[in-house]
């Protein structure tokens, strides 16, 4: 059974941090990568960061400098630390894992809230 489980979201302050934590099991094949999109209300899902199985990792632009994406491949983890978290942050941050055939898999989302 496919399992990817999110942890670690909730509420916050603008200015503080937050680290998600995703864990992924049941999937039988390597990655090409594994990351975090994000959904605000009323908005498309969009990219926010993924890492390779090298350990290489890419962000939206926007992003670069307040979020660090890391991952376990010996534990099936990736990670994500959002830092001097904003307003506009607020979102359901999805986790992500594309398989070497094509595949995406996602988690069942878990909220961030930012307040003022």
């Known amino acids: 059974q496919v399992q990817l489980v999110e942890s670690g979201g909730g509420s916050v302050q603008a200015g503080g941090s937050l680290k998600l934590s995703c864990r992924v099991s049941g999937i039988a094949e390597s990655d090409i990568s594994m990351g975090w999109y994000r959904q605000a209300p009323g908005k498309q899902r969009e990219f926010v960061a993924n890492?390779?199985?090298?350990?290489?990792?890419k962000y939206k632009d926007s992003l670069k400098g307040r979020f660090t994406v890391s991952r376990d491949n010996a534990k099936n983890v990736v990670d994500l630390q959002m830092d001097n978290l904003q307003p506009e942050d607020t979102a359901v941050y999805f986790c992500?894992?594309?398989?070497?055939?094509?595949?995406?898999?996602w988690g069942q989302g878990t909220q961030v809230t930012v307040s003022s």
């Open positions: 992500n894992f594309f398989s070497q055939a094509g595949y995406d898999y």
């Open positions: 890492t390779f199985p090298s350990g290489a990792s």
